[in-house]
């Protein structure tokens, strides 16, 4: 066969593929997935090189929740067509909308394959708090504990949980124990002066917000909650003073929560607290309008 023959067939190759992703795209925009697969899997097949196939079988496998497969193809996109702005946008849209799901799925097929396997419990726990889902968060940390008893950060990670959604007594209970083992543990000493000022137990909170502030004088949180706690306790001085120390630390993030917090309601109208306020103004943010990107055939 001569070269041009050779060349003629590629040719002709390339045609027959953009014909079958244009089949894919039509399939997938009416949101027919397995047919837009065949489609695009049968346009890589006439020709490998085919950046847009790859992408647009990486966007079906997406929606399809296939995220490995997806991201795999999106990567082979980028390697075919590396100056590509579509490529790039495709993944980037990719990852932004679908890492979260991804990390699910992977630690849940670590767990389908060693369910002993506490640190892909643990993480799981976590990306279920990322996304809100707590009671989800709570089997998951639950879990880990069953699976290394001894294991500080499970406990924790499940003490948190219980404390978003309410569960005090158990959470108080597990957080003694870890605080009692490690003295210095800034995070659980800040989780169980929380639990405590939640359940009205003051004092008990105080003290265990001034242990996390001793241990870390830079502790943002400690510094804030306790500020927290003296508004709620009716002690507006020393609620200002410590707010006064979290602005120092980092007044726009400061600002944001004080403007959100109820507890400090009544303090609005003190003149220290204007004055404290007025020293530290709140930086307007831009308005933009936000939406899940989405990827381009």
Known sequence: MSRTDDEGNRVTRQMES??????????????????????????????????HAHDNLATVYSEQGEYILALGEYLEALRLEPDSPTAHYNIACFLSSMAHDMAIEEYEQAIRLDFDYSDAHVNLGLCHVDAGDHEKAIEAFRTACEISPEDTGARQELAASLVDVGEYAEAIRLLKDIVRAE???VDALIDLGIAYSAQGFYA???????????????????????????????????????????LALD?????DWIEADRVFDLLRDQPSFVALMQRYPRIPKSRRRSSTPRPAF
């Open 204 to 246: 008990e909170a105080e003290s265990n917000f001034l242990r996390a502030i001793e241990s870390s004088p830079e502790e943002l949180a400690a510094t804030y909650h306790l500020a927290t706690l003296y508004g709620a306790w009716g002690r507006p001085d020393e609620a200002v003073d410590q707010l006064a120390r979290a």
């Open 18 to 51: 953009d014909q079958f992703n244009a089949r894919g795209i039509e399939a997938a925009d009416r949101r027919w997935f397995d047919e837009a697969v065949t489609a695009f899997k049968r346009a890589i097949e006439l020709d490998p090189t085919s950046a």
């Open 251 to 255: 007044a726009p993030r400061v600002r």
């Open 183 to 185: 003295p210095n543990n």
